[in-house]
């Protein structure tokens, strides 16, 4: 069976707090996705056309993935994501039909941001010549097709990821289609600080550490590495308190410590 087919609509539970730094970009997708669908009336007043698309592009591990679900959320639309690499082997469950239907899906779900992660997989898979370009060349047009295609009438809006813009279909960036390119760098010291702060939001923290001194020594890191640090320090964190709680149950059981002693001692963490 196709892996289109099964792919799930949900609503994702990332929120903008979650996001460190990027708040320009996030401004700028309020505006071209939740406007159209809060205030559909008022775009039809003044003859506007929503914008169909965006095409996220940037290093990988840096928010491409988590910006498009918090969007998702944040105007209670429905989500679908799908990767670039999935779309062709559709093929082998029924090629453009799997595309159309990805999108039937996506319009009864309406309103539904649907999201295509490595997207870069598409221009290669059709600019190489190999034995399934035909196909390749289908799956694309169907796609471009049903990007043509998406009236005014429901609210469906297309997020594109890549990390190679420059090798992707200029079909896809076309005016109309994903024709806003927005770019996700690398973090700079102040989206560091505010990644950290995102990530460690709901654990305790060291009071002798400052979030400008993580944001200091991680530069050149990307937001997923910073999350692997955070995970790690908890997961240490966690292994700490474990061991000093195992160690104050030693001391009790071998008499050293009454019970409520060895409840009074302070928390490692
Ligand atoms: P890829 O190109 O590899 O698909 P991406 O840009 O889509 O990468 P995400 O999937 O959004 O990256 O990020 C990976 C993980 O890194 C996230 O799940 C999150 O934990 C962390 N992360 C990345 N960027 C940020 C950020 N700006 N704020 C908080 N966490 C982040």
């Known amino acids: 069976p196709s892996s289109l087919r099964e792919s799930k609509v949900e609503v994702p539970d990332v929120c903008w707090a979650d996001i460190g730094g990027l708040e320009e970009t996030k401004r700028e ?12 009336g008022l775009f ?5 056309h929503a914008s169909r698309g965006v095409l996220f592009y940037g290093p990988p591990g840096c928010g491409k993935t988590l910006m498009a679900k918090a969007i998702a959320n944040e105007c209670g639309a429905n989500f679908i994501s799908v990767k670039g690499p999935e779309l062709l082997n559709a093929y082998f469950g029924g090629s453009e039909a799997n595309v159309r239907d990805l999108f039937d899906k996506a319009r009864s779900a309406s309103p539904c941001i649907l999201f295509f992660d490595e997207m870069d997989s598409l221009a290669r898979a059709r600019g190489s010549g190999g034995g399934s370009s035909d196909t390749s060349d289908r799956v694309i047009n169907q796609l471009l097709s049903e990007i043509d295609g998406i009236g005014s009438g429901k609210t ?11 090798i992707l279909d200029p079909g896809i960036m076309r005016p109309g289609r994903l024709d806003q390119l927005i770019y996700i760098p690398l973090p700079d010291r102040e989206s560091r600080v505010s990644i950290f702060k995102a990530n460690l939001r709901k654990s305790p923290v060291a009071e002798d550490i400052t979030y400008e001194q993580l944001a200091d020594v991680t530069e050149g890191f990307s937001g997923a590495d910073i999350t692997e640090i955070c995970q790690r320090a908890a997961k240490n964190a966690i292994r700490d308190a474990i061991t000093a ?25």
Request: net charge negative.
């Open 29 to 40: 997708l309020q505006e071209m996705v939740r406007y159209p669908i809060e205030h559909r």
């Open 44 to 48: 039809e007043q003044f003859g506007m």
């Open 156 to 166: 469906l809006f297309i997020i594109g990821a890549t990390n190679r813009p420059d």
């Open 245 to 269: 709680d195992i160690e104050r149950q030693n001391r009790v059981e071998a008499g050293e410590l009454t019970q409520e002693e060895a409840d009074a001692l302070p928390d490692p963490v």
